[in-house]
Each structure stands twice: as C-alpha cells, then as structure tokens.
C-alpha cells in the first residue's frame, strides 16, 4: 500500500520532536497504522537554521502556502502556532480535503468551533491532542476512556513552564525570571510567555478540557484567568505550615446552577498526589460518575513528548482514513447537533474555600473584628494563624483559611476587612480545593 503523505508546517520544538519519532520509530508506527507514514514537505520561517530533526529526504520550504495546497499531501501537520497565520492554513488545508494534526491549544480554543464545523462538512478529521498536558494523552482518555461517565469536575496542573517556575522557586529558591528563561532555553515556553505566566495558556487548555468533558461549545473567553506572577515566597511558606501545597490549576466544574471554568493559584492538601507533581510534569485529576476520581500524569511540554502526542494523533487520522465521516469519533467528543447550552457562572456564583493573609495592627479586637465581618457573611474559618510581630511597629501577619463560600460573599467581606483601620495594606487571597472525591 502506498505511504500516507504528511506535510508539517514549523520546525522548531514540536515540528522538531515529530520529524525526530517518525523517523527514529519508523517501523513501529507503521505496524500500528497499518501503513508507512512518510513526511514529504516540511515549511519553516527560516530553512537555512540548524534543526534539532535531521531533514533528509524532506523537501523544504518558506511558504507554508505550498504544503497546505500539496495535492500529495494527504495531513497537514500544524506546529507553527499562534492564531493568524494557523488559522488561515489550517482552514485551508481542510477546504483543500486535508486531515489536520495541530497542537496549537491558542487556536483550537478560539477558532475551534469554526475550524470543526468546517472539518465536519468536508469529512475531514482534526485532531488535537497536543493541544493539551503535553504527552499526557488526555482527550483521548476523556473523550473515549471515560464516555459512560457524567463528567462532575476535572482540576489540572496543565501549564508546565508554570509548574516548573513555581517548583524551582520553592525548592531552590531561584528567582521567577531566572526559572522562565530556563524553560524559554528548554523550548517549554509559548513564543509569547506571559501566555503561561498569566495562566492564558492554561485557559486555552481548559476550554478544550471542558469541552469534551461536558459536551459544551469551546467558551475561551468566559474562562476566568489569573496567572502565577503574585504568588510569594511568604505565600508559599505559610501554606505549607499549614499542610498545603501551592499549585496552578484550571478547574471546571459541574454545578446546579451551570459550569464553572477559572484558572488560578490554589492550595492544595500535600497529602493529595496533584500536589507532588512537580517540574515541568502536568497532571489531570477527572471525576466521573461512574469511575470516580481518575489521574493523568505525565511531561507536559517539550520537544519528544510532544510529539509522542502529535504523533499518535497522526496514527489516529492514518487507522480511520478508510472509515466513514459519520462514524468517526466526533472532534467534542459529544454529536455536534448535541451539544449542551449549560450556562458558564460569574466567578461571584463559584464556591470555594481560600486562603487569606493581611497585615494587622497588634491591638486588642482586631481579631474579632474580622471574624466578626466573616461571620455576617456566613464564612467559617477552619484554621487561623496569628504571626508575632517582628518589632513594635511591624503589625502581626494574620492567616486564615476558610470553610468553601460564595466568591460574591468572600469579595465582600474582604472589602469590608480592607476598610478597617486596623488593617494594613490589601489582603492577599488564594483560593483553596481540597480535590476529594466529592
Ligand atoms: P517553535 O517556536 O519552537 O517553532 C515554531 C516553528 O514554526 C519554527 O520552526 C518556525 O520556523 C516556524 N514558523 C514560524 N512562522 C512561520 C511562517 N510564517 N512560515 C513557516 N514556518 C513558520 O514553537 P513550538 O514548537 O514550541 O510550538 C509549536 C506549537 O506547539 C505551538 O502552537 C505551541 O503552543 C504548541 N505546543 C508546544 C509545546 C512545547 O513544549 N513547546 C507543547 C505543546 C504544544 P523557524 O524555526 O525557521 O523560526
Ligand atoms: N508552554 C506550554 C507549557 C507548552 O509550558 O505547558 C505545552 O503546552
């Protein structure tokens, strides 16, 4: 049987890492697709650099233009990123009857729903699981392994320069943009990295996730996003007095009233596994119904683990080309006329416990003042550590964590505590998820 012919478009980390497995695992891949896979043309920026993937036998070129319109090619491998220039050859590929392979979260998240329908109409696959934690292959755990479930929540840690950042300041002590510009050497980091230390990456990601845990349209723009560039030394320490360990998670959770979607800094119990996934490994914890709470553990950027991701998909697309459209797996997940309108909450709607820390004069009543404001509001504090202050003029540092309440409750009552003339300065909040299986 004739090879399947792929086209990759960018060669730096991930289009590297691809070429580098195709060709090293060559005979293996070709006994699990059922066919030879053979890349023919690859396009890059700039094809005179020095790459980390030998190029041999592949033709080159700067117009990425000329791989999307190959008629020998059959997928278009999409590892260029970013959502301009992505979104018009990844549009084009599929009006020219291409399969596509991407792993580019920033354009599936914003442009999904678009580039499905169009790929749905054509009877052409796109496929994603890069997109999302790295090599972890969770899409395909959710969206096949875990299909008789109700999906109740899933929490992740699904940025890995992130993760590397915070565990390297906690363990060594280095400084934040030591840590980053690591991670930028080690090809880790978006070509933009305030995408992943202002959590944006991560909320590309969570839209995906939620998406096909819930059977909902891709919403990137009602996630609610805060990023890692707060969290302090000072945070870090006293959290983990208190048996805790600080993490960035995407959350999405069903409730009641609709899903929630947010990603944020969060205590986690240490005892929890979530919370010793440390360096640039991602984890997924995922409730379902029926299975109960499941963990995904694995690298969650870099060039071979990547592509061990990109990879697969292109297995995927090759085992299913002599398959009909109809009775493939659907891109969400769920049938595309079946999609659910549940509503996306207001981060004042979410519940959740959290961590309070603030700076108090050292006198009589001030404490009971603030437990006073929390308790009109109905919050219960399950811990409290008052610091000594350092001198006579330093005020003591007063830490709190809270029982789970309404968010609108707990921004009032941390205006309200703001307002006290007791109070020094703002007060520093983290929210806080236990992660049982409830
Ligand atoms: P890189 O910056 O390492 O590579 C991008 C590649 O695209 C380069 O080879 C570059 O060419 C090429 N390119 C850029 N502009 C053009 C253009 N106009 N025409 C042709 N080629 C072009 O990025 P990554 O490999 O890190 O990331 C690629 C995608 O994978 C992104 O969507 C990213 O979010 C995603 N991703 C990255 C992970 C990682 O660990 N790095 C993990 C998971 C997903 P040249 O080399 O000549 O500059
Ligand atoms: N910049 C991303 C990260 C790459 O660090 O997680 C993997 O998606």
């Given amino acids: 049987m004739e090879p399947v012919k792929i086209g990759i478009l960018g060669l730096g980390t991930v289009g590297g890492g691809t070429l580098n497995v195709l060709t090293r695992n060559a005979e293996e891949i070709a006994r699990r697709a059922g066919r030879e896979i053979k890349v023919v043309q690859a396009a890059a920026r700039d094809i005179s650099r020095s790459r980390i993937c030998s190029t041999e036998g592949v033709a080159l070129t700067e117009n990425a233009k000329e791989v999307v319109s190959n008629p020998e090619i059959d997928i278009v491998v999409e590892l260029i990123g970013g959502d301009t220039l992505a979104r018009d050859l990844v549009m084009n590929a599929i009006a020219n009857g291409k399969h596509v392979v991407t792993a580019n979260k920033a354009l599936i998240a914003k442009f999904g729903n678009e580039i499905f329908s169009a790929a749905q109409k054509k009877g052409v696959m796109v496929a994603f699981e890069a997109a999302v934690a790295g090599g972890i292959p969770i899409i395909k755990a959710i969206r096949e392994g875990l299909a008789g479930n109700e999906i109740e929540w899933l929490a992740g840690i699904i940025n890995g320069t992130g993760n590397f950042i915070l565990t390297e300041m906690r363990d060594k002590g280095r400084d934040f943009a030591d840590v980053l510009a690591e991670a930028q050497r080690l090809g880790y980091a978006e070509a933009d990295p305030t995408f992943d230390v202002e959590g944006i990456d991560a909320a590309h990601k969570l839209t995906i996730l939620a998406a096909i845990a819930f059977g ?8 609610s996003t805060e990023g890692i560039t707060n969290i302090t030394r000072e945070d870090v320490n006293y959290a983990e007095q208190l048996g805790y360990r600080i993490k960035h998670l995407g959350i999405a959770k069903r409730t009641a009233d609709g899903i929630e979607l947010r990603v944020h800094p969060t205590l986690i119990p240490e005892k929890r596994l979530i919370a010793n996934v440390d360096g640039v490994m991602n984890a997924v914890l995922v409730k379902g119904d029926a299975v109960g709470p499941t963990l995904y553990y694995g690298a969650g950027a870099g060039a071979e683990p990547t592509a061990s991701a990109v990879v697969a998909d292109i297995v995927d ?9 109809e009775n493939r797996v659907p891109h969400l997940a769920f049938q595309p006329d079946a999609l659910s309108t549940l509503p996306i909450l207001s981060m004042d709607d979410v519940v959740t416990a959290y961590y309070l820390r603030m700076h108090a004069e050292d006198k009589p009543g001030v404490l009971a003042e603030i437990t006073r404001i929390m308790g009109e509001r109905g919050i219960s504090i399950e811990a409290l550590i008052q610091k ?8 003591a540092t007063v830490i709190m964590l809270t029982q789970p309440v309404l968010e609108r409750n707990m921004n009032q009552a941390i205006a309200a505590i703001e307002k006290l003339d007791t109070i020094r300065g703002s007060v520093t909040r983290i929210r806080s998820e236990h992660l049982n299986s409830q």
């Fill in 216 to 223: 909902i349209p891709l919403q990137f723009e009602k996630v």
């Fill in 317 to 325: 697309v090759v085992r299913t080309l002599t398959s009909d459209p």
């Fill in 388 to 395: 000594e202050p350092i001198n006579k003029d330093s005020g």
